[in-house]
Structures are given as C-alpha cells and as structure tokens.
C-alpha cells in the first residue's frame, strides 16, 4: 500500500529531511527504486547510500545526521531503526485476508463451531468442540484437536497440531510444523523400569503470541503450561511441561525449555539456550546464545556460559583461557 514519507515519518514520530515522495516497497539501498523506500544501517554502507536511487532512506537519528549529506534522496530518522522497520513493512505489506469459509478437502466435525469469517483450508483436521474464531485462518494440513479453543484473527500454519484441550487467545500466529500440547516428559523409574507419566493438563497460549515453524509446547502434568500475551518465539524453541513464560518475551531458535522453568516478563534468551527443570529467569534479564541456565538469573541480569555467570565475570574467563596457550619468553619465570 503506497505511503507519502512525510505520512510515514508522522506515524512514527520522526523526522524527514528532504522532499516529499510516495513509496510502496521497501528494498535494500543497491537495488532499491524511485518507488522504494529503503535504510541505511550504519557508515559501513556509506558507499551504497551514495549510488542508490530509493525513493528515501530509514536512518537512526544517532548516526544518521553524519551520513545525511551523502543521500541522494530523502531521509527519516528515527530514534529506533528496528522498531521502525517492524511498523513500515507492517504498513507497506498488510496481511492479506482470503475468502472466508471451509474450503473443499478440509474435515470439520459436526460439533466444531466454526465462524462464518474464519477460513479452514484444504486438509485440514477440525475436531469435535472445537472452537475457531472470526478472521482465523486454518491452513492446509492442520489439526485442530477437539475441544481446543482458537481466538480471533489467528493464523495456524500448515501441518502444525493443536493436541485436545488447548486454548490460543486473539491474534496468535503459529508457524509450519508446530505442535501444542503434545505429551510433556514425565518419567517415574520403577522396578519395572522407565514409567511414564500421565500428562492431563493443557496449554494456554495468550494473546498476541507468535510461535516460528516448528516449535513445540507440551502439556502440562497437571494445570497449564503457559506462553503470556506478546511472546515470540523463534523456529524450533521447545517448552517444556507447566513452563511458565510471561508476557514479552524474545526466545531465539533451537532453545530447549525444560519442566517447570518460570521466565519472567521480557526476558531474551539467544540462540540454543538450555533451561534445566525448575530454574527461575528473572524479569528483564538476557541470556547468551549457547548458554546453560540451571538455577536462578536475577531479574535484569545478563548472563552467558555453561553454567551461566554473569557476562562480565564470563568474558574475563575466556580472555585467561586464551593467556593460557600464549608461550613464555625464553628463561622466563613464573
């Protein structure tokens, strides 16, 4: 949908330098056009913003006032680049909304309630009592167990599972392959061997919440497992039974969640964080990529490691392990 800059540098508050034109895509600085809008990151990319012909630039205020001179084109700036960016390809590329309705191929129980503004696509599996919202979309291949309850304008993508028994609130969006409410591991040791443990309790999974390709979330033993309002998840995050994770959090790809771990409001945990049973995240706090979180991280704290410390203590334990394969001068001493 084509904008003016000065309407997209009114909506987000900033500030425009130059004419004014209409764009209707966004596009990187060396292949952008007059139509395109397009952002300059940082003065690596200077070269690039001289030779472009995009029909304006994203800039962050804090570095983009050295580089305005070189843009051959009008310039925004704004106070957070990323931010920025999230709400202008929200604004140049709406969702698309296809035809209501259950399309040919899909299988929707007799006792399913199915509003009349949601679309089931072919393939798809809707079980008995179940509930699927206005302007949710079902895609191919999906299941939608029985009695699991969908919200308004949900996306379900194709072949992901929501297992009986879950709840998903207004605006959810679930990626290709994922999977709710799947068993979560619960294991007794007997003298028989390995028992498992019934899992009978359910998902919720609150508004708002958007979970990439391939992520699982397993039922809890008892009670809920819980995902709060705002989530995202990468691809293939998993979380464990009765987790509790509150509202905005980020959580990176291939992280593992275990049992009954809580994560407080708007943590962020990079890439392949490993999460043991019944550690606490505080609120706030952010956890390198690759670490291993295996009992409390206070609320606001930056930790990284296996175990993961704080991330000064554990920057300095890598700078002594690299003096530590450095060779003595000759006749040196301790």
Known sequence: MPLALSEISRRLGAELLGGDTEVGA?????????????????????????????????MESRAGRKMVDSSPCPVIL????????????????????????????????????????????????????AVIGAGTLVGSGACVG????????????????????????????????????????????????????????????????????????????LGVTRIGRGCKLDDQVHVGHNAVIEPGCVIAAQCGISGSVHIGAGAVLGGQVGVADHAVIGAGAQIGAKSGVAGTVPAGARVAGI????????????????RLGRRRPAGGGD
């Open 26 to 58: 966004m596009a990187p600085l060396d292949s952008a056009g007059p139509e395109d809008l397009s952002l300059c990151v940082n003065q690596r990319l200077l070269a690039a913003l001289r030779r472009t012909r995009a029909g304006g630039v994203l």
């Open 78 to 129: 704004v106070g957070d680049l990323r931010l920025a960016l999230a709400r202008v390809l929200a604004w140049l590329y709406p969702r698309q909304s296809p035809p209501a309705g259950i399309m040919p191929g899909a299988l929707v129980a007799s006792e399913a309630r199915v509003d009349p503004r949601a679309r089931i696509e072919a393939g798809a599996v809707i079980g008995p009592g």
């Open 146 to 221: 029985a009695e699991v309850e969908v919200g308004r304008d949900c996306l379900i993508g194709a072949n992901a599972v929501i297992e009986p028994g879950c709840r998903l609130g207004e605006r959810v969006r679930l990626g290709a392959g994922v999977v709710i409410g799947a068993a979560g591991f619960g294991v007794a040791t007997g003298p028989q061997g390995p028992e498992s443990i019934p899992q009978v309790g359910g998902v919720v999974i609150e508004d708002e919440v958007e979970l990439g390709a391939n992520c699982t979330v397993d039922r809890a033993t």
């Open 307 to 322: 175990p993961a410390i704080e991330v000064g203590k554990w920057l300095s334990g890598l700078m002594r392990l690299r």
